[in-house]
């Protein structure tokens, strides 16, 4: 059974410093893309921050400059460093991971919450 598992969500001051973690396991096939996800009260989920299987990156422009995205293959692991804060990035992150045969999984969702 496939598990995508995030952690490192809490609440934090604004232009304080996040690292999420995204574990993956029980797959079958390999990981290809993975990416974060958000989703604010009230909004429709959004694309974060996603990296393909060779490492190319993509970032939303709200987050370019402070957010990174990072991957583990040999640890099936994904990570989201946030810098700089702000409350408007206050949201529940999710992970989502998509694998060769095109199937994805998604995690159950970290809080952030980001005081001014």
């Known amino acids: 059974q496939v598990q995508v598992v995030e952690s490192g969500g809490g609440l934090v001051q604004a232009g304080g410093s996040l690292r999420l973690s995204c574990a993956a396991s029980?797959?079958?096939?390999?990981?290809?893309?993975m990416a974060w996800f958000r989703q604010a009260p009230g909004k429709q989920r959004e694309l974060v921050a996603a990296?393909?299987?060779?490492?190319?990156?993509n970032y939303a422009d709200s987050v370019k400059g402070r957010f990174t995205i990072s991957r583990d293959n040999a640890k099936n692991t994904m990570y989201l460093q946030m810098n700089s804060l702000e409350p408007k990035d206050t949201a529940v992150y999710y992970c989502?991971?998509?694998?060769?045969?095109?199937?994805?999984?998604w995690g159950q969702g970290t809080q952030v919450t980001v005081s001014s």
């Open positions: 029980g797959l079958t096939v390999k990981i290809n893309a």
């Open positions: 990296i393909a299987s060779g490492g190319n990156t």
């Open positions: 989502w991971v998509t694998d060769w045969n095109a199937d994805d999984y």
